[in-house]
């Protein structure tokens, strides 16, 4: 993927706000989309999150051909999105093909939405997408651990696997990263903060007294959009963090990271996600990743009579869409649960 690096352009003024553009003239596609570029990051938007605008946008460009963008209508844009649904077959690792999900077709529209509206108040242009309806994209069902496989995750991070040997009984050993890694897997689960937003974390940003952790605004906070927020810790997880950080040399240091790596070196997500999948392997418990950790979150916290509002706030969610799904699944549960435990249907009367 090519990432586009901050370039001047002539609709930003010096101190890089935007400003009243004149008539652009015959404006290539290309060229809209580095000043597209500047003003996302700008905006404080992740570059995770600019870079996969661009590579979308980039693909259609590449397609339909680098064209004049005052020129472009809504049904071309539609007729390219029934060209993803329908007809383009992306080449997965090992070979195999794979079409898009609604969610993937979904995610080009979002970063149409976001090109031409900038292109509307940027350059002056009418917006083509007011013709072109949003994709559909039904919800996946939402993973989520059970008690039973969190605590046997715990127990994981705690001892090793038994090791037999000829000369003595099996034996287990507790390992050396235990106070570490039960504090991450209890962080994520009880804050369901996501990797970027857990990994970019600093001692300074969690009270252990209130058990507040406060998410930074931008880019350095990790949080999707650039949205900071705080998110609050339980007595049990506080008390594992104090643990961990009891035994680091650094653990008084505002400005240290939350978490490091082996050998002290900064938790990425990738890291992190490598960490939990390794943790859920030697537990028993397939298919572990850090996200599936906030889903529990998630759902749990609306089992135990959390409402979707604060929940979103939580989350960092910009609408409540997925926070609407996580309250089906949680109310299906009730309905499960009373199925199960009806009086009057247990009782016969």
């Given at each position: 993927m090519n990432r586009i690096s901050s370039v001047s352009s002539p609709y930003l003024s010096s101190s890089g706000q935007s400003r009243q553009a004149p008539p652009p003239g015959p404006l290539p596609l290309s060229k809209a989309l580095v000043g597209f570029t500047n003003a996302k990051l700008a905006e404080g938007l992740s570059q995770r999150t600019v870079d996969t605008y661009l590579d979308d946008l980039s693909k259609w460009i590449e397609r339909t051909g680098d064209r004049e963008i005052g020129k472009v209508t809504g049904p071309e844009i539609s007729a390219y999105l029934a060209w993803l649904r329908?007809?383009?077959?992306?080449?997965?690792?090992?070979?195999?093909?794979?079409?898009?999900?609604?969610?993937?077709?979904?995610?080009?529209?979002?970063?149409?939405?976001?090109?031409?509206?900038?292109?509307?108040?940027?350059l002056a242009l009418p917006c083509p997408m007011t013709d072109v309806r949003v994709p559909r994209a039904p919800m996946?069902?939402?993973?989520?651990?059970?008690?039973?496989?969190?605590?046997?995750?715990?127990?994981?991070?705690?001892y090793s696997r038994d090791a037999d040997?000829?000369?003595?009984?099996?034996?287990?050993?507790?390992?050396?990263?235990?106070?570490?890694?039960?504090?991450?897997?209890?962080?994520l689960l009880d804050t369901g903060l996501r990797a970027s937003e857990f990994c970019a974390l600093k001692v300074g940003d969690v009270d252990l007294k209130t058990g507040q952790v406060d998410i930074?605004?931008?880019?350095?906070?990790?949080?999707k959009g650039g949205k900071g927020r705080s998110v609050y810790l339980g007595k049990a997880t506080r008390q594992a963090v104090w643990h961990y950080l009891a035994g680091r040399e650094d653990g008084d240091d505002r400005d240290a990271p939350l978490f490091v790596a082996r050998g002290g070196h900064i938790m990425r997500p990738c890291t992190l996600l490598?960490?939990?999948?390794?943790?859920?392997?030697?537990?028993?418990?397939?298919?572990?990743?850090p996200h599936k950790l906030r889903h529990t979150f998630a759902i749990t916290y609306l089992r135990s009579g959390g409402d979707v509002f604060t929940l979103q706030q939580i989350l960092g969610h910009g609408s409540l869409d997925m926070v609407r799904h996580y309250a089906r699944i949680a109310q299906s549960d009730v309905a499960q649960a009373h199925r199960k435990a009806s009086p009057v249907d247990n009782w016969r009367l």
């Open positions: 329908t007809e383009y077959q992306p080449q997965r690792f090992g070979g195999k093909i794979h079409p898009l999900s609604g969610k993937t077709i979904r995610n080009v529209w979002i970063a149409f939405s976001s090109f031409f509206h900038w292109a509307e108040r940027e996946p069902p939402v993973p989520a651990l059970t008690r039973e496989e969190v605590e046997r995750m715990l127990k994981a991070c705690t040997t000829p000369v003595r009984r099996s034996f287990t050993m507790r390992r050396p990263t235990a106070s570490r890694d039960i504090a991450i897997l209890l962080v930074k605004h931008g880019i350095q906070g990790g949080a490598q960490l939990v999948r390794s943790i859920g392997k030697k537990a028993g418990v397939p298919n572990v990743y």
